[in-house]
């Protein structure tokens, strides 16, 4: 996720629970304007990502506040470090940068 002006105190909390309903495997603010969310590829990570695509869709059409956040999803092949439950530890490493160029023009339609 993007947006244009940084996420702020009047949206951030919103997309926060939002992110945190749909259970990703990891997500992480990374600046004041990116929002990373991974789901391992599985059909319970594709339901849960497609899940929260559609919130983020009702959101953006319910109020100004978030008109500026744009979205963007890809399947792709990440590196990453499990606990010994499987959990993901820290940020995933991969190539993010054509969902995030998707993700800035999506911000400014």
């Not at 990373?36 to 059409?61: A, P, T, W």
């Not at 963007?72 to 993901?88: H, N, P, Q, Y």
């Amino acid at each position: 996720m993007f947006d244009n002006s940084g996420f702020t105190d009047m949206n951030y909390p919103v997309i926060r629970d939002i992110i945190a309903k749909t259970q990703p495997d990891y997500w992480q603010l990374l600046q004041p304007n990116d929002i990373f969310v991974y789901f391992v590829e599985s059909k319970n990570g594709q339901d849960r990502c497609e899940h929260l695509v559609s919130m983020i869709r009702e959101l953006r059409k319910s109020s100004v506040t978030f008109k500026t956040v744009g979205f963007a999803s890809s399947v792709d092949r990440f590196v990453f470090e499990t606990s010994w439950l499987g959990k993901i530890k820290s940020q995933p490493i991969g190539n993010t940068s054509k969902v995030c160029e998707l993700a800035r023009v999506d911000s400014s339609n």
